[in-house]
């Protein structure tokens, strides 16, 4: 099999079942042998589309970073960036339960080497920023330091804790978005936003989580 006609579809097979050995057995259920049996394909498809198994993970977390990106990137920048950050707050969570092998694989198996290392970075300066934006805006007067990379950690481990427990089945759906919610308003208010101002944009969150719903 050359490049040239390379399937796509098996391409993207390949992927996902790497994704899914990862997520049901951790990195060191992928093995090249392992992987094409699952398949049901050669372990030349895998050279062919990869040019090898280190390059496959990368792919692997590539794929998961990229819809992720896509859903972020679909989550508009206001002039409330608190309603902005509730909003990217469940594009995460969305991105994660459409994709669920893919989010496991992305966490579980880290990067590949230091070449791997900034792949989804841009995706976490999303967040880094948002929370920029609400700190120059006096939204969170109480954060200690008012580092927005600090609180981004602080805020993607609330989200990542929630994401796990869904996706290990110790929460359903209406429970786990109801605790995103109603956390994420407790860790705003602790670092001092205002309750008023914060409901003001929860809600204005909801309209544009309903109007994505309705397209």
Sequence with gaps: MSPKSADPALRDELIETAARLVAN????GLSLRRLTKEVGTSTMAV????????????????????????????VDETKDPVADLIVLGFAYYSSAIASPNLYR?????????????????????RLVDALRRCVEGGRLPNASPPD???????????????????????????????????????????????????????????????????L
């Design 25 to 28: 057995e951790g990195p060191a």
């Design 148 to 214: 927005p990379a600090g609180l981004a950690v602080e805020l993607w481990a609330l989200n990542h804790g929630l994401v796990s427990l869904r996706l290990a089945g110790l929460l359903g759906e209406h429970e786990a978005l109801a605790r995103l919610s109603t956390a994420a308003r407790s860790l705003m208010l602790s670092w001092g936003d205002d309750p008023k101002a914060y409901e003001h944009s929860a809600e204005s969150a909801r309209r544009r989580l309903t109007a994505r719903l309705e």
């Design 105 to 125: 694989a992305m966490f579980y198996e880290g990067p590949v080497d230091d070449g791997d290392s900034a792949t989804g970075l841009d995706t976490f300066m």
């Design 47 to 74: 050279y062919t589309h990869f040019g090898g198994m280190d390059e496959l993970r990368r792919q692997v977390r590539s794929e998961g970073f990229s819809r992720l990106r896509s859903q972020l990137e679909r």
